[in-house]
């Protein structure tokens, strides 16, 4: 069986104001030549290798071929791409394909993904992707799964950064690793809360340790803005979450996480 991973174009702010130079946008946002955030890859990992995996990069410039064989379509997305998500899906469905759709916006508004798709997932996709998978298998996907927001961060499995790795679509020379996840803050405009819980999970140091091991470039970023938090036990983790990684010698950022 063949499982077909999209992540939908979505409008760049700067590119959506015509009056900025046209060198601005391409020195900061390198004209999007990066990969997704990491929901697709942690996806993957959990995938056994009984499927096939086909990951299409809407937002790179890859074409979607509605017609091309797969079992099912994951779209992953955030409010920015509703849009396209939808057109995309509804796009896979008319063919005939099975769609279901996840991440911060599904999870938001899951009613009105079920408008374009046959299932949705809400929460966390870790939990549920094995429970998808077997469903499909057996022909009884399912309208709604809920993964929820508290799993263990132990289990977060090491993201199968290969399909990006071997994309020629990318121009980037960095990783993306997450190390915890949860927020305990409740900003009016902000959906990790709800989407990650409102309390901090920290993945074992030593899985981070052993998963940075595997990256290929020597550039990471951390994808959590969490980690500079000034509550205690924020600090004690971030201080021998360094100290941990110092010996391996790469050139560590931190910045935001998009869905």
Partial sequence: MK?????????????????????????????????????????????????????????????????????????????????????????????????????????????ECLKHADSVNVGEGEPSWPKILADLKTGKLKRRYDGGCSMDAAKIPVAKREIFYRNDHYD?????????????????????????????????IENVVAEMRQLKHENVYLADDMLFFPHRHVREYSLKLFEALAPLAKSISSIPRWG
């Fill in 3 to 111: 499982i077909t991973f999209v992540y939908p174009r979505f409008e760049k702010f700067l590119r959506s104001v015509p009056e900025l130079d046209a060198g601005l946008i391409d020195y900061f946002l390198g004209d999007y030549t990066t990969p997704p955030s990491l929901g697709i890859p942690l996806l993957a990992a959990l995938t056994p290798p009984e499927f096939e995996i086909e990951l299409i990069d809407d937002n790179s410039g890859q074409s979607v071929n509605y017609d091309a064989p797969t079992d099912l379509v994951a779209i992953n997305c955030f409010t920015p791409q509703a849009t396209r998500a939808f057109e995309i899906a509804d796009g896979f469905r008319a063919h005939g394909k099975k769609v279901i759709m996840g991440g911060i916006f599904p999870s938001t508004m899951p009613d």
């Fill in 172 to 204: 980037w020379d960095e990783d993306l690793i997450q190390v915890m996840r949860g927020c305990l803050y409740n900003c009016p405009m902000c959906p990790l809360p709800q989407q990650m819980g409102d309390r901090i999970r920290f993945r074992p």
